[in-house]
């Protein structure tokens, strides 16, 4: 990492550590490895701890960081850093307390969950990957770190980066999907648009990726459940987008809660230092997850003073929030359980993170007030989330074109999530301000203009459980539970409806039905909205379903009834705006699903790239098939596959074309095809490109994702968009974990989703 030597110092030259002030503005501290050589030189054993621990702010509020128990602890040295503090003149004074009082004056790290946006908020991160526009999901990241690193943080817990097959599991809407290969894309732009290969700058952030590993695989989809899983599929399905951040430079990694091969991963040595460090070069720190290290009492691997030791003597450098390494280090390295060597090296590996961040230079360098005032939640950032999110949304049906709406007439809006600004950014939103969301009815009143009428009704609560209610709208995310019957909801509903020429149902999850710790076990919209659905379909109006959900969701009977339905997310702080703008066409839809929609949660773990196994069905239609791997109440295939997602426009696909049948392991194969627009709109396509290893010596996937390109296509025109493959392509962890390519024949299909079939063949020879 380059870093500056030189840079302006604001006022302070009390360091501890040796620091030359050449001029009234400028310092100049040594080279890295010297710098942090000596600062640990002069620390005591206590000192050393402390950088290691990384409290909440706790009972931190402005103006009394003085007085408060996380204060004294950073005065008595006793802290590397804290999270979840927001608002620069909080940072501040804190760090006032760390750089004026302590014994050394080291700089704190603050850092947060900047997970899709700060103020100005993005689509959760499953929508954003929705998009498959890479240089859109870098500049929401961008975005993100200014705005936090204007309002004093220097370090996000972001990106997410865990693979998951399973829709039960609430933090899917955390991830990327299903895709290892998409997943890495995505994991490389997250991290370039945090860190822009540049940390000393004050408007980028250190990137954590997370949660170091196979965290998207619990059991049954039960958050923090156990995880099993052989190590083939680790290397070739779930750890490539944790390798593809590190490859990006990503500077801290977090490990999981869940075990690994029947270890936890935050005392799992195998991983933390055999994988990461050893084979994938890890150079940065790795950070506990919040009380990780205690947690594994509970796992069952001894008191707090041994999971401690574990975890350091794994790998582990930071621990968050629980204290394991404050309290019990020092008596480890006394009985000699724990090495100073192994201390020296964590400390050392987060004191080269503050340096790179730029803080010994100055540790006030991402306190800037007036930044704070002036780039936050700002009209341009604001409106570049809108033109984001409108790419995130998924149009998965639109009978005879009823979508887009005319910008005449009398919309009926009908839903609980309709008028739902605190619902609008989704979980894990903790800077946003919920207030200043956009709602759908805010936005499409504006975007529908005057010669449009818009009606509302909330039509039904979430669901009928109010119990249930409260479980999903924790942390404010509230969706004002309505106090009147089920029937005078309804009867409000279509009322409504009868005055108008079209209802748009926004029905759904609330924001917190899905994230952390909101797994679920049915999969379906809450019942109170299924049956409003039904009764509004009954009405006999055309009725667009514009779906909230923070997972893939069983769409079953919506997508027999219901002509048109949207899937927009949490699209983000200005949700309202977005997905206005595409229902009304300004945008014409082009999200495409990263997660496969399952028939029935009975289908789930499911995702396109399966195995064939040795009785794959015979037939194409889903007939039941006695002796072969299918189920005898429910078809294999997905409701919505991987990579599926319409336009209002058509796009027609030629065959695809190969450079070439043969290809050697120094050539590259050129595979192409011509897309047309056949429709009436101009529109945007993201073509995948997906092989198939016909033979290997271990079983291989029926269709692996191995490319992707989204295109403009205007209406009436074609466009020919070619792929290159090479060696790398071709490659896959064997038994024996290597990454090799074997000779044989593959095919290569190029389509719309993953269940294209427009493919061809070239066999791969010595
Ligand atoms: C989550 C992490 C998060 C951390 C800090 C944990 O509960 O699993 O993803 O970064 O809290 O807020």
Redesign the pocket.
Known sequence: MKIKLIVLLIGFSFFGYSQKKVSKKTVILKPKTEFVSDLISKMTLDEKIGQLNLP?SGDITTGQANSSDVAKNIEDGKVGGL??IKSVKKIKEVQKIAVEKSRLKIPLLF?M?VIHGYETTFPIPLGLSSTWDMDLIERSAQIAAQEASADGINWT?SP?VDISRDPRWGRVS?GSGEDPFLGSRIAEAMVKGYQQKDLSKNNTILS?V??FALYGAPEAGRDYNTVDMSRIRMYNDYFPPYKAAIDAGVGSV?AS?NEVDGIPATGNKWLMTNVLRNQWGFKGFVVT??TGINEMVDHGMGDLQTVSALAMNAGIEMD?VGEGFLKTLKKSVDEKKVSIEQIDNAVRLILNAKYDLGLFHDPYKYCDENRAKTEIFTKSNRAEARAIAAQSLVLLKNNKQLLPLKKSGTIALIGPLADAKENMAGT?S?ATNMEKSISLLTGLKEVAGTNTKVLYAKGSNLDYDAAFEERATMFGKTLHRDSRTSAELLAEALQIAGESDIIVAALGESAELSG?SSSRTNLEIPQAQRDLLQALLKTGKPVVLVLFTGRPLVLVQENETVPAILNTWFAGSEAGYSIADVLFGDVNPSGKLTATFPRSVGQVPIYYNQKNTGRPLMNKEGKFEKFRSNFIDERNEPLYPFGFGLSYTNFKYDKVEISAVKMKADEKLKISVEVENTGDYNGKEVIQLYIRDLVGSVTRPVKELKGFQKIAVNKGEKQKVTFEIGIEDLKFYNADLQFIAELGTFEVFVGTDSNTENKVVFELIK
């Open positions: 909440t999270f979840n850092g969950d817990f997410m955390e954590c997370k949660h977090m809660f997850d919040y968050m894990w903790v952390e």
